[in-house]
């Protein structure tokens, strides 16, 4: 699957210490298991000048304590807050690489942030996406990319995931609802 370098992004959704790292709040061997290929992937995407995108999940304290329904401290208990160690990007991946980083409050990277915007001023229209977790926060940014028209493709062997069903329901429900699928080593920048 080729990309042209000058429409496209990387977007590396939540590769956070509380997702990834063992002594994270919501550690999941899966999303630790994912940093090699999202590695890769950014790598490649870097050596290409194709712009990476970094989100970050972050919830301050007070967040959810006015919540009418969604309450995701309620749902996952506390996790990533604001300022704490759990928020922070990995070590692992080359962040300094990143061309934005967006901070997200819900588990999709578009709502109520720049990151629309960002793209539209770079002239991107295809959006590679890896990360965690698959069929939360990386299925919920493929949909919202798709409902406002950008080609979302979900690399298959670069996600985090809690269960295996969990990475083949997103990447499943991704290619047949809004988008596509690949493998890491079908991607071409070129």
Partial sequence: ??????????????????????????????????????????ERASAADVPVVYTRDVHPPEQFEDAHYYDEFERWG????????????????????????????????FYRTNLEGWLDTHGVDDLVICGTLANVCVLHTAGSAGLRDYRPVVVADALGYITEDHR???????????????????????
């Fill in 1 to 42: 699957m080729r990309f042209d370098p000058d429409r496209t992004a990387v977007v590396v959704v939540d590769m956070q210490n509380g997702f990834c790292h063992p002594d994270g709040s919501l550690h999941a061997k899966r999303s630790e298991a994912a940093i090699e290929p999202v590695g890769t992937l950014v």
């Fill in 78 to 109: 506390e996790h990533v807050v604001e300022g704490s160690w759990d928020a922070e990007l990995i070590d692992d991946l080359p962040t300094d690489e990143a061309a934005h980083v967006v901070e997200k409050h819900t588990y999709d990277a």
């Fill in 168 to 190: 083949d329901y997103a990447v499943e429900h991704a290619g047949w609802l809004f988008g596509e699928t690949t493998e890491l080593a079908d991607v071409t920048f070129e």
